[in-house]
């Protein structure tokens, strides 16, 4: 089993308690974005939408959609089956997300 680990512990700096599990989504996604931005191991990734809900106790488990640009469509310059290299690739993934109230952190699953 393959797994992409990506596990950011990031701290939340609020004064009100904890946060919904639609705030949690919200802030895991925009985490994401950041980091597929400044990583050089998710080059060319747009996050196209995120889903988060709450399993039980601090652990939550999402989905995320992405579109990622196909590195092989580039190489054919007359391509008779456009449909099939489409220039970008639709990806989901399951992302496990902890959260204890102050930190969270995702991890992209990707078997």
């Known amino acids: 089993m393959k797994k ?48 988060l809900v709450h399993k039980g106790g601090n652990e939550y488990k999402g989905i995320v959609d992405l579109v990622v640009e196909n590195p092989v469509a ?4 007359n391509m008779s089956e456009q449909e099939i290299l489409n220039k970008n690739i639709e990806m989901t993934y399951s992302v496990e997300v902890i959260y204890d109230g102050e930190m969270y952190s995702w991890e992209i699953i990707t078997d």
């Open 4 to 51: 992409l680990i990506l596990l950011l512990f990031i701290p939340l700096v609020f004064a009100c308690d904890t946060l919904t599990t639609e705030e949690l989504a919200q802030e895991v996604k925009q985490n994401m974005i950041e980091h597929f931005a400044e990583s050089d191991d998710w080059v060319d990734v747009k996050l196209v939408d995120f889903s």
């Open 74 to 77: 580039d190489l054919f310059n």
